[in-house]
């Protein structure tokens, strides 16, 4: 079997989000079938200039084809056109130069999806948002998986979407929460879909020790994990944070990830930047607890690797997937205000008994659904159902949703996106003790 894996940005350095998800999935297929990653030549999520050359590459034994962006992002119109079809009544016309904005734009990758479709036998499609998603899926329906990565957040309430989401053969969804959105934005319960997520290359053994040496850290510590940004709840965090360590919490903070924002200047923060795997998994050994302080996860990966490694975590209960991972888990808290931060953290760091219960459920719940055997037959079962239904059905498939036509597509008759997610149910995914 030939599958093209097809993704924004691809690299053995990208830590995170989709990217990191796309590598991982990639690779592991690749033990079952002849997989090849399409992807463009952008390194940098926010301005997606062409930084990587363009042709073939291979990253860590895998085959990686790459496409030019044919112009990087201005973040002034792309600003104005969110704010269009976010909040104010807009057109398809309108929606379409958002993506067009958004990027990161590759007619070339497209193309090539429309020339070489009979080389692949399906397209696994990453972020449902971006330009190689929305307008390669229009090429490729008929063999096109979709791994939606979708949030909580204006852009699932924009409208070209939905023809997006009901096209595809399947859909491998990251949490419960992400399923219960889509279906109700996009209705896509024919659609056949399965909550799959991620696994993680969690290491045999992690040195707490090793990693309190290398950095010179003695005294406990919470730890965050990911990219330092305004966008990921961090200003909330510190500031919820330092007013902890004035009220007499004893915990200090660690910082992994890539600053994006300014780290305030604290004795009892402390930033690490861009570490290694090794040096996550020891610092995750030697943390009491990882705080998840964001709003916007379809799933989070550093939690279950918190988890894998028996540690609790502390989430925002304002975001539907980590308050539900925690729940469904009973692996962790969650706060959703100053008092609620205040209280939880310090329960976790005063209550030996909590703390290591909860770490216990979070190592049983990552075996239990999120090993690599787990994650990798999901999507094996999945692809063998396609091929199943592609031998027992000879009739033409059924094509992509048109696009309205020319005058259709200017009309400004359709609501602002965050209206539309607003509108949306709310709260965690609680499973009965019989559900799948």
């Known amino acids: 079997m030939k599958l093209a894996v097809i993704v924004q940005r691809y690299g053995a350095d990208l830590s995170g989000g989709a990217e990191l998800h796309a590598r991982y999935v990639s690779e592991r297929l690749a033990r079952h079938a002849d997989v090849e990653v399409l992807t463009t030549c952008a390194r940098d999520y926010i301005s997606w200039r062409n930084e990587l050359r363009a042709g073939p590459d291979e990253v860590n034994g895998l085959s990686v084809r790459r496409f030019p962006v044919a112009r ?24 379409l130069a958002w993506l067009g904005s958004q990027g990161p734009n590759s007619p070339s990758l497209v193309r090539y999806l429309a020339k070489q479709t009979a080389a692949y036998d399906y397209f696994i499609f990453f972020s449902y948002r971006y330009y190689h998603a929305y307008h390669g899926i229009r090429r490729v329906a008929s063999r096109a998986m979709l791994v939606p990565t979708a949030e909580r957040d204006p852009a ?4 070209i979407f939905g023809s997006t989401f009901r096209a595809v053969r399947a ?75 004035q009220t007499g919490g004893r915990l200090d ?68 997937v980590l308050r539900g991972q925690a729940i469904r888990a009973n692996a962790g808290l969650y706060y959703t205000n100053y008092g ?14 909590l703390r290591s219960g909860l770490g ?39 094509r992509i949703e048109p696009l309205p036509g020319w005058l259709a597509r200017r009309r400004r008759n359709i609501p602002a996106a965050a209206s539309v997610v607003e509108g949306l149910p709310t709260g965690p995914v609680v499973l009965s003790r019989h559900a799948p």
């Open 360 to 398: 216990r459920n979070g190592r049983a719940y990552f075996r239990s659904q999120y090993t690599w055997p787990i994650i990798e037959r999901k999507y094996l079962e999945m692809l063998e159902r396609l091929e199943q239904e592609d031998r027992d059905d000879s009739e033409e498939p059924t």
């Open 171 to 245: 859909i491998m969804y990251n949490s419960h929460e992400e399923q219960a959105l889509i279906q109700r934005v996009a209705q896509t319960e024919s659609t056949p879909g399965v909550v799959v997520g991620v696994g993680s290359e969690v290491p045999e053994r992690a040195s707490a020790p090793r990693f309190r040496q290398q950095h010179d850290i003695h005294g406990r510590f919470a730890i965050y994990v990911g990219r330092i940004d305004a966008n990921k709840g961090c200003s909330e965090l510190f500031d919820y944070f330092r007013r902890y360590t």
């Open 340 to 353: 609620e931060f205040r209280e939880t953290l310090t329960m976790l760091e005063t209550e030996d008994h």
């Open 253 to 320: 903070l660690v910082l992994i990830g890539a600053p994006m924002m300014t780290v305030p200047t604290d004795p009892r923060i402390r930033q690490l930047g861009f570490v290694t795997d090794r040096d996550k998994y020891d610092a995750l050994a030697a943390a009491d607890v990882l705080i998840m302080p964001s709003y916007f996860e379809s799933l989070s990966m550093v939690t279950l690797e918190a988890w894998a490694m028996g540690i609790p975590v502390l989430v925002n209960g304002h975001c539907d």
């Open 156 to 159: 699932l309430g924009v409208s």
């Open 72 to 95: 990087p992002r201005d973040p002034d119109d792309f600003g104005r056109r969110s704010d269009r079809v976010f909040h104010q009544v807009h057109s398809v016309r309108d929606e």
